[in-house]
């Protein structure tokens, strides 16, 4: 299945995507990677980008639309994607829900993690020692909180009115966080598994079980 999560910036969206797709045997598309990828190999496309991605604001639309589509139609990662840091605003909601339809797939849970501007602080500080990222000082750390912020509730709404979304504490350790996500995730599976279940039984016209049923050996 697919997902989506997003929280802002120091969150913890790389470190709970790297789990999920080692537990759940999916592929990673961050956009944020993606970018700085650009950068790094000094494209056209990183040398057009690395002042806003530097600045703390979003990188325009097309450009992050186009590159996700790539994957999207990608048959070895068919409905095996997920989304890290995409969408952040409503129009690149609208743009992945025509993507899925067009190659014939569905999100099946999206993932919030909420962080505090104090907490994300201290972590953008102490991941600026690790890892170098040019955007992560505390001044454009803010700075990207505050885009988020500005961008992400008609994302929230988006995902809320198609049931998707949950909310994960983003506060506590990576380990709770993993265990949370994980529960949801296998709740999510064992669902799809029960509604596909459900109208195999239909189809073959024999007992029929699932979500509707919780006794299988009932035929009502
Ligand atoms: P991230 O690694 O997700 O924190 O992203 C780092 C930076 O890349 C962001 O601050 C944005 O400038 C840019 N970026 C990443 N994903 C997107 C996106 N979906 N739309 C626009 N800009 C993005």
Same mark, same amino acid.
């Given at each position: 299945?697919?997902?989506?999560?997003?929280g802002?910036?120091?969150?913890?969206?790389?470190?709970?995507?790297?789990?999920?797709?080692?537990?759940?045997?999916?592929?990673?598309?961050?956009?944020?990677?993606?970018?700085?990828?650009?950068?790094?190999?000094?494209?056209?496309?990183?040398?057009?980008?690395?002042?806003?991605? +530097?600045?703390? /604001?979003?990188v325009?639309?097309?450009?992050?639309?186009?590159? $996700?589509?790539?994957? !999207? &139609?990608?048959? =070895?990662?068919?409905?095996?994607?997920?989304?890290?840091?995409?969408?952040?605003?409503?129009?690149?909601a609208n743009?992945?829900?025509?993507?899925?339809?067009?190659?014939?797939?569905?999100?099946?849970?999206?993932?919030?993690?909420?962080?505090?501007?104090?907490?994300?602080?201290?972590?953008?500080?102490?991941?600026?020692?690790?890892e170098?990222?040019?955007?992560?000082?505390?001044?454009?750390?803010?700075?990207?909180?505050?885009?988020?912020?500005?961008?992400i509730?008609?994302?929230?709404?988006?995902?809320k009115q198609? +049931?998707?979304? /949950?909310?994960?504490?983003?506060?506590?350790?990576?380990?709770? $966080?993993?265990?949370? !996500? &994980?529960?949801? =995730?296998?709740g999510?599976?064992?669902?799809?598994?029960?509604?596909?279940?459900?109208?195999?039984?239909?189809?073959?016209?024999?007992?029929?079980?699932?979500?509707y049923?919780?006794?299988?050996?009932?035929?009502?």
């Amino acid at each position: 299945m697919n997902i989506v999560i997003f929280g802002p910036p120091g969150a913890g969206k790389g470190t709970q995507s790297n789990f999920i797709v080692k537990k759940f045997n999916l592929h990673q598309l961050s956009t944020g990677e993606l970018l700085r990828k650009e950068i790094n190999d000094k494209t056209n496309l990183g040398k057009k980008i690395s002042s806003i991605i +530097n600045s703390g /604001n979003l990188v325009s639309d097309n450009i992050v639309n186009g590159l $996700i589509e790539k994957y !999207i &139609s990608n048959k =070895i990662y068919k409905s095996r994607l997920i989304f890290d840091g995409y969408p952040r605003n409503l129009n690149q909601a609208n743009n992945l829900d025509n993507l899925l339809k067009k190659y014939d797939q569905t999100i099946g849970v999206v993932l919030k993690l909420s962080v505090s501007l104090e907490t994300i602080k201290k972590r953008i500080l102490e991941r600026k020692t690790q890892e170098k990222r040019v955007d992560d000082d505390e001044e454009i750390a803010i700075k990207r909180y505050q885009t988020y912020e500005k961008n992400i509730n008609p994302v929230i709404n988006f995902y809320k009115q198609t +049931n998707l979304l /949950n909310v994960v504490n983003g506060e506590t350790s990576i380990s709770k $966080i993993s265990d949370e !996500i &994980s529960q949801l =995730i296998e709740g999510i599976k064992g669902w799809l598994w029960e509604i596909r279940q459900y109208k195999y039984a239909r189809n073959k016209n024999s007992l029929i079980y699932g979500p509707y049923c919780r006794n299988k050996y009932s035929t009502k």
